[in-house]
């Protein structure tokens, strides 16, 4: 940085200057013998003056600083670890230090720190000290939950409006539900009914998809703009209504427009079985959802248009903070100048109160946008014992990287006495950010306390350290090899075998799109691809249903007749057939899929090429399941799914500015059934609101982008178009 700075003042002779005029040197500097300044005497007699000046100060400084230096500054060892028992995770070789406070019941945060160490240290914050509510009940699930509930309808009355909200003391627009942030939890039994009333209040179209549901025979509740349904536009309603057959654990929703998850619009969404104490192998006495996000200072429509702009290079956004249930404190004076107010009382993260000699399940999630998050709790091994609403058998960790949109249930046990204190850590990982951020704070802590019933509050504050181990920061999945579903499933033979090539490529106006093999996805926001299939096989238009074959079922194919490959690329299969897809990562980034409406076995990860012979060597006796898996930079991601659910289902990059980026595609599946399905009337009358007022918060048509700035003052960036089967 001191050699670019210096070249700011170089004339074309290589001469070194500060102002506008050749003569004009700085503090009586005269030319050297080199042709370059010397300094004068009177800038070499301050410089010694203000260097014994600062040298003085600085003993002081240091004398005062050990008076003060807790005695903890001698590092605890760490806890013994059964590593036969856990598997090495990811660390971060910048860890951070907690504060040491005498204050019992405000909770100071540590503060990052530059030094690259393996085990933290307390140090002092200038972070002040503030009153947190004890409102840390919103996100605990009730003991006295009827499992063996008959089936009910479960019904919500939701308004999305915007609203100017500080979440980590800085305001910002967001977008909420019933003002709330995070969104409501939606809690139900295996065979309810869900009943969301949607009231869209805000300035944008919004959707909300509810992210791991199966959705068997609701496939246009998916919530998904331009596959299963139209936005609702601002100053429209809409009724999401089915029925949760076939699964339980934990699952989310969020905003389906554009990157609405990012502007608050989510929440977590739990499903019990009747069976969820014997599928959950260890006992809990608590049953509590954290969610891990990473926060932005600035509405995500805005900052779509950046980053999808030309020669944009997929430099995606990069957080702020990091927020625990939607929470976290700033210091407001290092915020750029921002509005920020710190004492409101929805800023602080709220410390976790356990009761020792008991298990505690925490059902993580990451809701966040962008940011894989590595978690620990300081001194604490845990066991996973859900993956993606998926029961496993209990596997102990101390550390755990999860992608956006995964989730992990741990069961937290303790040795420890009550009145103790540890920090539960939650760090994005920042190193797989394209570009620095001067205000970025990567990571975020919750106090983790120990506190008897009837016993006297634990105000303690966390003198505790994170584990040493410093492993290199690399985005990709949590080894879950390990992980064993309970209810064991045998992965069938596969029917049909796909590749696909990842990746992001710079095309026409240097816009850089994210693709499977050729295609970028861009919705058609009127005309939804179920109901554009649904009405073609109808018509009996032969571009849907005309694939010839002697078999069957017919097998699967990419139907570029019905539809444009460039715009879209959809998977299209008949009757019930199992599909392995090979996923191919030529992106220097990781990308965590999801695909909707259905689990999906991981077969196998790994990096650089897959082996020739990977078939012969695959564990199919009981595979792990879930709905979001990572294919990681320059990897490979192996997947196979029984393709038996009738309905167009989106396979995405959980990156949400990816998906905007164009990194999607659908598997349409059992079109055989899916052709007797009906839509409402009520989803189609979405579609009939003003295309400008559906495509609100979305990110632009890449058309917009062609030409020079005057052209797109004049583009309303239209996304409609019809796929090559419904075209004359």
Known sequence: MADQERLLHVDEEGQYKDHSSEDDWVDNEVPGP???????????????????????SLGYIMSDWAFYMPRSETHQEAPSMNMDMGMSMDANVNDVAPVVSSAELPISLPIPTTEKVSISTPTPTPTPQLPVPNDQDKYILPNNWDYQAPPQRREYFWTVA??????????????????????PMIEVNEGDTIVVHVDNQGTNATAIHWHGMYQNGTNHMDGTVGI???????????????????QSGTYWYHGHQGVQSADGLYGPLIIHSKDERQLQQLEYHTDRVVMLTDHYWDLSSELLLEYMKSDAENAEPVPMSALINGRGMRDCSNVGGRKCDTSTSNVGVLPFTFEPGKNHRLR?????????????????????????????????????????????????????????????????????????NPYLE??????????????????????????????????????????????????????????????????????????????????????????????????????????????????????????????????????????DIMLQNFDDGNHPLHLHGYKFFVMAQGHGYPPENITDSLDVTNPLRR????????????????????????FHCHISWHTEAGLMMQLLTRVDELSNMQIPETNRALCNAPLEELMKGMSPDDDYFAGTLEDRALKTSPRKFFSAGMMG
């Open 627 to 650: 709905d979001t898996a990572s294919v990681e930079a320059f990897g490979w991601t192996l997947i196979r799914f029984v393709a038996d659910n009738p309905g167009v289902w989106a």
């Open 364 to 436: 993580i999630i990451n809701t966040g946008a962008f940011a894989e998050f590595q978690l620990s709790i300081d001194e604490h091994e845990w066991a996973i014992t859900e993956v993606d609403g998926v029961d496993v058998a209990p596997i102990w960790f101390h550390r755990m990287l999860i992608n956006p949109a995964q989730r992990y249930s741990i069961i937290l046990t303790n040795n420890h006495a009550p009145g103790e204190a540890f920090w539960f850590r939650a760090k994005m990982i920042g190193d797989c950010f394209a570009e620095p």
């Open 228 to 246: 299963t349904q139209c936005a609702i536009a601002p100053g429209s309603k809409f009724t999401y209504e089915f029925k949760v057959d076939g």
């Open 442 to 579: 990567t990571e975020t802590w919750a106090p983790i306390r120990w506190q008897s019933m009837g016993g006297g509050e634990n105000t303690a504050i966390p003198m505790s350290n994170d584990f040493p181990e410093a492993i290199t920061q690399i985005c990709k999945d949590l080894d879950t090899t390990q992980l064993k579903p309970v209810i064991s499933m045998v992965a069938p033979e596969p029917t049909v075998s796909l590749y696909f090539r990842v990746n992001f490529e710079i095309g026409g106006w240097q816009l850089s799109r994210g693709k499977f093999n050729q295609s970028s996805f861009q919705a058609d926001v009127q005309h939804p691809t179920l109901f554009r299939t649904i009405d073609g096989y109808n018509d009996k238009n032969e571009a849907f249903i005309g694939h010839s074959s002697l078999e069957s079922p017919k097998p699967a194919f990419i139907n570029s007749d019905a539809f444009d490959m460039e715009r879209e690329m959809v998977l299209q299969t008949e009757g019930i057939q199992v599909i």
């Open 162 to 183: 915007d609203k100017e909200y500080n979440p980590d003391g800085v305001y910002r627009p967001m977008i909420l539900i019933n003002e709330e942030y995070p969104g």
């Open 34 to 56: 080199d042709g370059k300044s010397s300094f004068g005497w009177k800038t070499t007699l301050s410089v010694i003056l203000i260097a014994t000046i600062c040298m003085v």
